[in-house]
């Protein structure tokens, strides 16, 4: 009995050893990790670590990416999934995610020779099936290392010369993906540094004429990506190390199976991240310092009513009296870091002038209750009602002098939540009401619009025809989305929302200048990307039209972030333009009430 015990005892101690061994061997034969420093004019940006694995029917490629000294969105992550005897791709997914955790996501669903798209970033969110892509056409971006790397994999490095991809392109609007066919073609032989170390190495160039060309050096017998380069972007992204090299099983002892599960369950140390540096400029140069904290000035602040609770900041004026008010009414969509820094600096540099200023994060934003999702152009307009209600409480307001300020499409939200408002004194609209990009394909996704928007991203030109069929397919979907009573639709078994979509879609933005019943200042760049020479007129138009109640304030630019002007040099600086800041001011010193 005793034999037979111990005979089970040892066949289950060997059963749970190959399992183990099994699992550290698929770990680590079957797996390798990457990790890349971004640079931008030498100035790094962040970092990327990109995983790949393989099991036994397929190749699936992680990536995340981490922007910490930009000025963009903070972070990136992407999942790709590929059969692994064709390398054809199956799914991908992005998903970018803004400074207070809202999230733009981008899903490709491939089946055979048609893919079904997915884009949202709330409000906006498109869905088409059954787009025709091809069978084996890869996913790639000029901007996404992580999508080279099947290129790379695909490449035939004992033939070299010029071998071609058919691939489709991930836009961050929502439109679809762009077809192309890239050359990969090898230049010469060299060595690159890695670790500190010379490593032999080939460089080969990426181009075709929708992309910018991008130079490729990778290991001369790894065929790993070193580097890549994309001159026109001046963008750089270097290899630190390879991470997970072991091979395997004869090279792990105990002592290292002890150290791996240790490190799987181990409590990581908080990363440094660089801080990014930021100026201001007030225009009266009542701010002394620009170098101070401006979140240290600021006081948190929480209102609503009902089931949502919103969170905000409020920056009040040094001297204890009561002063006129500015709400500063945010963009319902994923915010970037700078614009939230300009935010701050904006209601500091306000605050030195004289004036109070609060702005609050939209529903599922910050500290802020809801769903983004579920927020469209009424449930906004009520948000900022309740906030208008807050300040209305507040005694430090001086009754009567509250101005409804927003950028872009926040703009836009700052007019029809005014109208009817007795507690509004005035608008201020920020930029052209438009789409986040600044070029706006939703009243009239036609092919000079798709082109302005791709050219936006350092994309183009493409197929004309391909580019029309992309157009008619994007507007026969918003016409759907137009005529749509449904509040809902489902894709793929997902109920996503629409009426956040079909609201924003039939935004008219000059009517709605047109028709205001307050006084408004819109200040635009003429510089600024998406300003057409219609618009320019049209703008004009309406100032004369309502000569008095309608001004304009035209400057060199708004710049991306609100700022006026944006330089990049070994550090991040932005500064609020101080000719912005005295036109907002003067405003409202001009239409205060008595």
């Known amino acids: 009995m005793r034999k037979f015990t111990f005979l089970v005892f040892l066949s289950f101690f060997v059963i749970i050893m190959l399992f183990v061994l099994a699992f550290f061997y698929v770990d680590l034969s079957g ?12 100035r790094k940006l962040g970092t990327v670590r990109v995983d790949r694995f393989i099991t036994e029917d397929k190749v699936i490629y992680k990536a995340r990416t981490e922007y910490p000294a930009s000025l963009e969105y903070p972070l990136v992550e992407e999942k790709m999934y590929l059969k692994r005897k064709t390398m054809a791709p199956q799914k991908y997914r992005e998903e970018t995610e803004g400074i207070k955790g809202s999230k733009r996501s981008i899903w490709l669903f491939q089946d055979g020779e048609f893919t079904d798209v997915l884009f949202s970033e709330y409000p906006r969110v498109m869905f088409i099936e059954k787009f025709e892509t091809g069978r084996k056409t890869a996913v790639f971006s000029p901007y996404s290392i992580m999508l080279y790397m099947p290129i790379v994999d695909e490449y035939n490095f004992w033939k070299k010369g010029t071998q071609f991809f058919e691939v489709m392109i991930p836009i961050k609007e929502p439109i679809l993906p762009m077809r192309e066919k890239i050359g990969m073609r090898y230049i010469h032989e060299a060595y690159a540094s890695v670790g500190g170390r010379k490593v032999e190495a ?27 380069g994309i001159k026109a972007a001046k963008i750089r992204i270097t290899m630190g190390r390879v991470l997970d090299e072991r091979s395997s099983v004869a090279r792990i ?3 290292g199976m002890i150290a791996y599960f240790k490190g799987m369950f181990a409590e990581r140390p908080p990363e440094k991240k660089e801080q990014t540096k930021t100026e201001i400029e007030p225009s009266a140069g009542d701010l002394q310092s620009a170098e101070k904290d401006t979140l240290a000035k600021a006081k948190d602040v929480f209102f609503g009513s009902g089931k949502v609770t919103l969170s905000g900041k409020m920056w009040v004026p040094a001297k204890e009296e009561p002063a006129p008010a500015i709400l500063f009414v945010p963009r319902n969509s994923v915010v970037p870091r700078g614009e939230q820094t300009m935010t701050e600096l904006m209601g500091k540099a306000l605050a030195a002038s004289g004036i109070i200023m609060l702005s609050f994060d939209a529903p599922g934003q910050g500290k802020s209750q809801g769903s983004a999702a579920e927020t469209d152009d009424e449930a906004m307009k009520k948000y900022i009602g309740e906030a208008v209600s807050y300040l209305e409480k507040d005694p430090r307001v001086k009754k009567g002098n509250i101005t409804l300020m927003g950028y872009r499409s926040g703009g836009y939200l700052a007019l029809k939540a005014s109208e009817g408002a007795p507690s509004v004194s005035t608008c201020i609209v920020l930029g052209i009401p438009s789409a986040s990009s600044g070029v706006d394909i939703s009243k009239k996704p036609d092919i000079k619009e798709i082109e302005r928007l791709l050219s936006s991203y350092g994309l183009g030109p493409f197929d004309n025809d391909f580019v029309s069929l992309v157009s008619k397919k994007v507007a026969q979907y918003q016409e759907k989305i137009l005529t749509s009573e449904d509040k809902y639709a489902l894709f793929r078994g997902m109920r996503l929302p629409i009426k956040g979509y079909k609201d924003f879609l039939g935004r008219k933005p000059y009517e709605t200048i047109q028709k205001s019943d307050k006084p408004v200042l819109l200040l635009y760049g003429r510089d600024d990307k998406g300003l057409d020479v219609k618009a320019d007129e049209k703008i004009k138009k309406l100032s004369k039209e309502r000569k008095g109640i ?9 710049g991306k972030y609100m700022s006026g002007s944006f330089e990049v040099t070994s550090t991040t600086e932005l500064t609020v333009s101080k000719d912005i800041v005295k036109m907002i001011s003067s405003w409202v010193q001009e239409n205060q009430a008595e």
Not at 31 to 42: A, G, N, Q, T, V
Request: proline letters at 4%.
């Open 31 to 42: 797996r390798k990790s990457f990790l890349y420093d971004i640079f931008e004019m030498d």
């Open 202 to 228: 080939e460089v080969y160039a990426i181009s075709a004429k929708g992309i910018p060309e991008t130079e490729l050096i990778l290991g001369k017998y790894s065929h790993e990506i070193l580097e890549i």
């Open 253 to 255: 002892d105990p002592a």
């Open 550 to 558: 309608f001004k304009t304030g035209e400057v060199r630019s708004i």
